[in-house]
């Protein structure tokens, strides 16, 4: 979803029509929350500063009317965002990209996504995507209600995080599958080079993950709960290698950026994730064969080294159960290979 608040910088004497370019309808569980926060939570590229100005300009509806910034959301509330322009074409530009499918069959389909190919067209991405390709090999695929512009998702992983994700086919499926999704029965792993060596083997991270204040691109954990959303991370040591680790994660619930929050808060962020700190140094020595050594890795995975790298349902028409695994990619075996010789060398 790509989001415009800033209204056009010139007088118009004649009425402005709006467009509607968002609806939501509160769940009926939902607690007392400021619209203004609501909404900045839930439309890509807002900001509160943005959400307040369009609420102030009566372009924001509840129950078919205005409200204030203050306004706290009811169970149920219908809410609308209008806006002076009319919302980008949602229709999904047919592309031929090769897909490496894992499974397919009339009702869905497993793919294995490469690292640095983004899931959906979103603002700066409206091509190239995982789902042009998709609509490209298949003549139609479903839509969730409120996910127009992306047929036949119904989980997604970052561009530079690679793996499995299961397309539906059918909207019988889509609505069986988000189902389970919904009520965290999926089973998902993913494999993770994070730095540094975890003092226990194993453990789970319980802390909600919600958006920074200072950055809005950016997950933090809340282990107090003050903010964000329930997040429930599983996690163990596969491989200790002195000053990165390899660690295998279950996920319980499913947040955006969940594991690279999760384990920035563990104090061991994911190798060469830019955005959680994990581009730089974070054990080691200082000696410049070290360094280089270093950025050497970087440049041979230039993203942060997170693979999902299983993936478990129920079949949602036969409901017999399912599983799927997918290697890592080439550029997370090589970095791995070269720090597993690095550590023997040095022993």
């Not at 790509?2 to 509607?20: A, C, K, T």
């Not at 397309?167 to 009520?183: C, G, N, R």
């Not at 680790?245 to 994730?273: W, Y």
Request: proline residues 6%; charged residues 25%; glycine residues 6%.
């Amino acid at each position: 979803m790509v989001s415009q608040f800033e209204p056009d910088n010139f007088e118009d004497e004649e009425e402005v029509e709006l467009f509607e370019h968002f609806s939501f309808n509160v769940d009926k569980g939902q607690s007392p929350i400021r619209i203004d926060k609501f909404l900045t939570d839930r439309i890509a590229n807002a900001t509160r500063n943005k959400v307040q100005n369009t609420i102030d300009s009566g372009n924001v509806l509840v129950n078919g009317k205005p409200i204030k910034s203050n306004y706290k959301i009811k169970p149920l509330d219908e809410i609308k965002v209008l806006l002076e322009k009319p919302p980008r074409d949602t229709e999904v530009i047919p592309e031929k990209l090769a897909l490496d499918i894992i499974y397919e069959d009339d009702y869905l389909m497993v793919v294995n996504k490469p690292p640095g190919m983004v899931v959906h067209p979103a603002h700066g991405n409206w091509t190239g995507t995982l789902v042009n390709g998709l609509v490209y090999y298949f003549n139609q695929l479903p839509t969730l209600p409120g996910n127009t512009g992306r047929p036949g998702l119904v989980h997604r992983i970052d561009k530079d995080t690679s793996g499995l994700l299961v397309i539906a086919k059918s909207e019988v499926a889509m609505t069986e599958l988000a189902h389970q999704f919904f009520h965290h029965t999926i089973e998902r792993t993913y494999l993770a080079l994070v730095w540094g060596e975890p003092a226990e083997d194993k453990g789970t991270i319980i802390a909600h993950v919600g958006r920074s204040a200072k950055d809005r691109k950016v997950m933090v954990a809340f282990p107090d709960g003050s903010q964000g959303k329930h997040a429930v991370t599983h996690w163990k040591v596969l491989k200790r290698l002195r000053y990165v680790s390899l660690v295998q994660c279950n996920l319980e619930t499913g947040r955006t950026h969940q594991i690279r929050a999760h384990m920035k808060f563990l104090g061991h962020p994911l190798f060469n994730d830019a955005m959680y700190g994990g581009d730089k140094i974070r054990k080691g020595t200082q000696f410049s064969k070290y360094k280089a050594f270093v950025q050497n890795c970087f440049e041979i995975m230039p993203r942060q080294a997170l693979h999902a790298m299983s993936l478990g349902f129920v079949h949602p028409i036969n409901k017999k159960p399912l599983y799927f695994e997918a290697l890592l990619p080439e550029d997370f075996v090589k970095v791995l290979d070269k720090w597993e010789k690095y550590v023997t060398y040095e022993t």
